[in-house]
């Protein structure tokens, strides 16, 4: 079984601690992940699933 999602970060901001200020930089590419995560079945379970491979493409032009 594969699993397929996109990661869109442009809503994750960073907050300098001593003043609150939230720093919010200008959406880009850069924000855009795509994973692809290959699960087989877990050998001493009949319902259970694990992760075998995990593909991570950074900078998904598909996932905007």
Sequence with gaps: MEVAFCV???KFYSKEVKTGK???GAPSITDF??????MVKFP???S???????YVE???AKCQ
């Design 44 to 46: 001493t379970g009949d």
């Design 58 to 60: 950074a900078k998904a």
């Design 8 to 10: 869109d970060s442009t």
């Design 48 to 54: 259970l699933w694990q992760a075998s491979k995990v």
């Design 22 to 24: 939230v720093l919010k």
């Design 33 to 38: 992940d795509y994973f692809k995560i290959i």
